[in-house]
């Protein structure tokens, strides 16, 4: 492994566009980690790479909605003009990944499986989740499953050193350490918010069809006896046959009857629970715990 200090992202930008492969992006919340990402793309695009970025940032999401992870392919400037529409997207169910470590990883890794297979370079860009044990399981196992040739970690002071011990410690990649670019201004709470709100807004835009569905085709499979007004606004993930998510949902009921409002319901199979309820009017979001929703216990 090598490990470096670089703090001009311009040509840090460069270089790994230049080299291809795949690299992952890492640091707390307004680090710049996607404005480095699409420099890192538009390096590789104007090198003749085929690209993709994997935005697995799932709670300021750049590539689809928030709650899940978002594959875009690269292959021209304008393409990152116009980052929102993913190409493929993996369900995780959270805004925050905390509780949700295994689901958050395999969603990034299947991206990336699907990416490497098609681009000379892909570029991975991560949550803001990074300290604690939390923060350290989650990116040993992103780094563990998606086998980067490069890591970057952004920080402020040393805030990323434990991190990046430990990845010396446990893999080959090259670890890239920079601080943050100057230039970055981190939005505010209310900002933060309202742009996680308009997501949802556009992920849930009308038309919007009801589909009845039944206990069966959710995962996990809800529970004999659940008292279905708990699911009233959950968010779910539609899924096809191929393990993809089609877009979201909103569960509702409707005389007696749970129900699936959805912009996304041709080829649905099956829905996945998420862990974050939406005010379908307002789209105001907020975590729920889903084994208290389906089983009325505290965790």
Sequence with gaps: MTFMADTNHDQLATRLGNQGGVVMLMGSHDTGKTTLARAILSAGVDAGKSCAYVDADVGESTVGPPTCTGLKWINAQEDLDNLAAADELRFVGATNPSRLVLQMVIAT??????????ADLVVIDTTGTISGVVGETL???KVELTRPDAVVAIQRG??????????????SAEVVSTSVHP????????????????????????????????????????PAGLNLSRLQDVLVGVQDSEGRCLGLGLLTLEDGALKVLTNVGAGMTGLRLGSVRVDPTTFANSPVNLREVMFGLET
Excluded at 109 to 118: G, I
Excluded at 158 to 171: D, T
Aim: glycine share 2%; hydrophobic share 40%; no cysteine.
């Design 158 to 171: 040393s805030e990323m050193e434990p991190i990046i011990g430990m990845l010396r410690r446990f893999f």
């Design 183 to 222: 230039e970055i201004v981190p939005p505010s709470p209310d900002e933060r918010n309202a742009s996680r709100v308009d997501h949802f807004s556009t992920a849930l835009q009308p038309p919007l069809e009801s589909w009845r569905v039944r206990p069966t085709v959710f995962a996990p499979t809800l």
């Design 109 to 118: 890794a299947a991206l990336v499986d699907v990416a490497r297979r098609s």
């Design 139 to 141: 990116k040993y196992h």
